[in-house]
Every structure is written in C-alpha cells, then in structure tokens.
C-alpha cells in the first residue's frame, strides 16, 4: 500500500508528460490490437488517462467509457472500504463485488466494442 502513492503519482506525471497518442510515445501500443487487428477491453486506457490528467472528459470517455464509468465508482468503493455505509450505494457495492458481473461484463464489452455497426462503434476507441 506504501508503494501504491508513488506509483500513482509517478503515472499520473507520465501521463500529463507524455502523450500516448504521438510517435515515440514511452507508452507501449496494445499488443492484442497489434497481434489480431480487433480492440481488447483496456484498448484505449492510456490515451484514456491521458485526457483525464488533462481534465478531458469528452476525449477520455471517447477512448475507453468502461474505464471511465469504472473510475467514477472508486472514490465510493474506497469510502465503503472505509467503513462508509450509504443505503443509495449499496447496490453498486453488492453487483461491483460479484464476480459474475465481471465475468460476464468484460467479454460483452469486449465483443460489443468490435462490433461494426452504431451504437457499438462508439465504444471503440477514438
């Protein structure tokens, strides 16, 4: 947990430095987009977390809304941890913890995001 703070600092800094979507990005491009041509479920999280260090919201969603949407949960899935108890978020506590939401929402996410036609192609990046 002590690592965790630097870390995260230390990502943030690179990402506000450095943009992913530029050649000769530090950032590593996605390998199974590079291997088979079709998007993963993390494709488009760094340029993602970029635009959000930048306080693009519109750019950010664009590139990777699972993530974001995602990220919007954290602060209260923190504060319950910490023995925050609202009535209104339980319902998120109780389906974020199942693992058969996980288990069922990343591969549909996966497989709608390479759908070809609107509104699925939204969720691709870009």
Do not use: E, Q
Not at 33 to 49: D, E, S, V
């Amino acid at each position: 947990m002590v690592a965790a703070v630097p870390t995260a600092v230390t990502g943030t800094w690179l990402l506000y430095r450095f943009d992913p979507n530029v050649a000769g990005s530090p950032f590593l491009p996605c390998l199974f987009r590079t291997l088979t041509g079709f998007y993963c479920p993390g494709c488009g999280m760094t340029r993602a977390l970029h635009a959000l260090v930048h306080l693009d919201l519109v750019t950010a969603l664009r590139m990777n809304p699972l993530l974001i949407v995602g990220l919007a949960t954290v602060p209260g899935l923190v504060a319950w941890k910490a023995g925050w108890r609202a009535r209104w978020f339980a319902p998120v506590v109780s389906v974020m913890s199942r693992p058969n939401f996980w288990l069922v929402l990343l591969p549909a996410y996966w497989i709608a995001r390479n759908l070809p036609w609107f509104p699925f192609t939204a969720l691709a990046p870009g």
